[in-house]
């Protein structure tokens, strides 16, 4: 049974409504991270669902922690190595997609991009992203 339930399908049909505005104001915000974040490159322009931010020198775990901890920004990391989100696949042989994950894990956090952020939420991640890799511009 593939049904989905009535809430989905009004939550979904309301945002489905509004789609072109929620996508230029997704676009908007990612243009703040692209200028504040230059050597950042995206590989997805087509998919404006969340902003990936590399970071240098494989922070990522300890930075989504001090973002979380101590400013309060709901950043996310891209991607988990299945074998450790789920300890008992680790008998699984996951070679080279494993390395890829792991990258991912290390040096790839998800910037907060909700579609009623306000400019001044948006500076405030930015402040808070560069005090965590301690960069000044």
């Not at 200028?35 to 990522?60: E, G, I």
Request: charge should be neutral; hydrophobic fraction near 40%.
């Amino acid at each position: 049974n593939f049904e989905m339930p009535s809430l989905n399908a009004s939550l979904a049909f309301s945002q489905l409504c509004r789609i072109a505005e929620l996508n230029s104001s997704k676009a908007k915000i990612f243009s703040k991270y692209d200028v504040a974040f230059p050597w950042n490159k995206r590989h997805s322009k087509d998919a404006p669902w969340m902003y990936p931010l590399t970071m240098p020198n494989a922070r990522a775990t300890k930075a989504v922690e001090t973002l979380r901890s101590i400013y309060g920004v709901e950043a996310r990391h891209a991607f988990y190595p299945l074998s450790k989100a789920f300890p008992d696949l680790e008998y699984v042989p996951l070679k080279s997609g494993e390395r890829v994950s792991e990258y991912l894990t290390d040096n790839v956090i998800l910037n907060p991009s909700w579609p009623d952020m306000e400019d001044a939420d948006v500076q405030y991640v930015i402040k808070a992203i560069r005090g965590v890799m301690n960069v000044s511009w």
